[in-house]
């Protein structure tokens, strides 16, 4: 379909050095880098990259970080990660990484929790988990704009919403702890009532979170009698 962006699936690239060439504040734990890759190639929104830390005696630690950003962005990507206080790599990208520095990187990776375009979506994120979900809605929004797609995201506190300025209609909030002081909308975990008003789309379901949090979104999805073929998961770590 000529609508369709053409990513081409290839293998994942090598380990490259990424230029970080802007770091921006999303919430107080959370920030987003940019990235620009020598080595660049298209991913699809969902995929991810892995990231590696070398310590001075050799020590590595590699996490994995999705993309936020849209694969028309050529040349860059852009992650977006939430600082855990006892980690490893978190902390390292929040601390000490700064705009101008290198990081090594490798990807795009994964095949399954990925949105080609073919269908509408509904998208369920906790937290950071919003972040490949993000991809999907950015690249939507350039693409193919008329098709249905739904972001439901929920988060702790006001403080907590990440990409605050690109959420639009299709966006669906609920603070889990503290709303803002003039909220007047959702409250609370994700329940049947709110996935059914965001509308279950007549196609893929896309959820993204914390184990539990993935866990308890499917639940209610599957519920709601979706195919559980329409249903992709990722999961970022420990429950939560
Ligand atoms: C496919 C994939 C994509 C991911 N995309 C993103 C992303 O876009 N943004 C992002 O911020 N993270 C993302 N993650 C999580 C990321 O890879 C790391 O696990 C996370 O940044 C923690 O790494 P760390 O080295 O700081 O902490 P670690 O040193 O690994 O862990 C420190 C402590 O935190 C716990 N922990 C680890 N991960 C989590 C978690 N997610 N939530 C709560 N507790 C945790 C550990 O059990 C440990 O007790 C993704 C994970 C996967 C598998």
């Not at 709110?194 to 539990?212: K, P, Q, W, Y």
Request: proline share 7%; net charge negative; with cysteine.
């Amino acid at each position: 379909m000529e609508r369709l962006t053409p990513v081409e699936q290839k293998a994942p690239g090598a380990w490259q050095i990424g230029t970080v060439t802007r770091v921006k504040e999303e919430t107080p734990r959370v920030k987003s880098f940019l990235i620009e890759l020598p080595m660049w190639m298209a991913h699809l929104p969902g995929q991810h990259y892995d990231v590696r830390l070398t310590a001075p005696d050799g020590y590595q630690a590699q996490r994995s970080y999705s993309v936020a950003s849209s694969p028309l962005d050529e040349g860059e990507i852009e992650l977006t990660i939430d600082r855990l206080d006892d980690g490893e790599v978190s902390p390292y990208f929040h601390e000490v990484v700064v705009e101008g520095d290198q990081v090594e990187i490798r990807g795009p990776f994964a095949s399954y929790f990925v949105w080609r375009g073919e269908s509408p979506a509904l998208l369920i994120g906790g937290g950071s988990g919003v972040v490949p979900l993000m991809a999907m809605l950015r690249h939507r929004r350039r693409t193919m704009p008329e098709l249905p797609m739904a972001l439901v995201y929920s988060v702790r506190a006001a403080e907590d919403v990440i990409y605050e300025d690109e959420l639009g209609e299709e966006t669906t909030l609920t603070f889990t702890r503290e709303p803002p002081a003039d909220w007047t909308g959702h409250t609370g975990r994700i329940d049947a009532e709110l996935i059914r008003s965001a509308g279950l789309a007549d196609g893929m379901v896309f959820v993204c979170g914390t184990n539990g949090f993935v866990e308890s979104a499917v639940e209610l999805v599957l519920a709601e009698g979706v195919n559980p073929r329409q249903v992709r998961t990722e999961r970022f770590g420990p429950s939560g």
